[in-house]
């Protein structure tokens, strides 16, 4: 009876030792590779999240004052406008914004100004509630300077609306 007792000791050490033998360093990557890659299998993908709309614009008809508050101050979009177009030029900053160079066009009528290569006060429309500048008086030289003007910003800036005299639609 003790050879048996003995035996089954021995014969369940045995097993114990082959069951940990299996636990080499090859067989504890490969376990560890197995689990990883079932994990990457199985983990959680994010919901799918669509890439924000840019803000809509919104075609508008200004008149010289309404257009006056986009001049870049209060943290304001900055409005430009050209022979009726309203341009906007917030991605030239620099150049229309506060202290910029051309900062005086800024939420104004700078046709002139433009047409005739002058930041001269006088280039601009003194009266915000009076008719618009016809631009009368400009010779053939100017209105070219000024449609080259128009081009490049047609090809650089969003037109968001019309400039109209106070009065008009
Ligand atoms: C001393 C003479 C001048 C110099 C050295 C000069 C220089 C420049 C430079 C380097 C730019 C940047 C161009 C770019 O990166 O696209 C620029 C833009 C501009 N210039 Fe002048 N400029 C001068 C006179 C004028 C005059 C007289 C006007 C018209 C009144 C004018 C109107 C503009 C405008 C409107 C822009 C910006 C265009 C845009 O929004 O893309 N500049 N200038």
Redesign the pocket.
């Known amino acids: 009876m003790d050879y048996v007792q003995e035996r089954v000791v021995r014969e369940a050490a045995k097993e114990t030792v082959e069951l940990y033998g299996l636990a080499t360093p090859l067989n504890l990557i490969l376990i560890a590779i197995t689990l990883y890659t079932t994990y990457l299998l199985y983990k959680p993908t994010p919901p799918a999240t669509l890439p924000r709309e840019p803000p809509a614009v919104v075609f508008r008809t200004f008149t010289p004052r309404t257009l006056l508050p986009y001049n870049g101050t209060n943290n304001m979009p900055v409005y430009m406008a050209v022979r009726g177009r309203v341009f906007d030029?917030t991605s030239?900053r620099n150049?229309y914004g506060p202290g910029g160079p051309?900062e005086n066009f800024a939420g104004r009528d700078a046709s002139r100004?433009?047409a005739c290569?002058?930041?001269d006060e006088d280039m601009l429309t003194k009266d915000l509630d009076g008719p618009l500048d016809t631009l009368e008086g400009l010779g053939a030289e100017e209105m070219e300077s000024l449609q080259g003007?128009e081009e490049?910003f047609l090809s650089?800036y969003l037109v968001v609306g019309k400039l109209v005299a106070k009065g008009e639609k």
């Open positions: 030029v030239g150049f051309y100004g433009l290569h002058s930041f003007w490049r650089k």
